[in-house]
């Protein structure tokens, strides 16, 4: 099992930026898919983006051509940054690796604690 630390949250302004950072704890790193997930308060959690062990990326249609996620294979780091901020981000944010055989079968999934982004004036 991977051990998943996120940082990087806190409050900020509308249009205002952050980057979230998440530290696996795995010397296979690179084997995994990345993501984000973010749940708002009485709300089902949602992928944010994804980025697979071969560096494909994929975002959900909310955040497109404002957040951008990274992976740091060297560091077994994930990051997501955040621009253009709005009050409709407000949410925690999880991070999530999963390892998925050649089939596509998900063979492990680990998340993190969560971190809470908060966008207010």
């Known amino acids: 099992q991977v051990q998943l630390v996120e940082s990087g949250g806190g409050l900020v302004q509308p249009g205002g930026s952050l980057r979230l950072s998440c530290a696996a704890s795995t010397s296979r790193f690179s084997i995994y898919t990345m993501a984000w997930y973010r749940q708002a308060p009485g709300k089902q959690r949602e992928l944010v983006a994804t980025i697979t062990n071969g560096g494909r990326t994929n975002y959900a249609d909310s955040v497109k051509g404002r957040f951008t996620i990274s992976r740091d294979n060297a560091k077994n780091t994930v990051s997501l940054q955040m621009n253009s901020l709005n009050p409709e981000d407000t949410a925690a944010y999880y991070c999530?690796?999963?390892?998925?055989?050649?089939?596509?079968?998900?063979?492990?999934?680990?998340w993190g604690q969560g971190t809470q982004v908060t966008v207010s004036s």
């Open positions: 999530n690796a999963r390892r998925i055989n050649a089939l596509g079968q998900t063979l492990e999934d680990d």
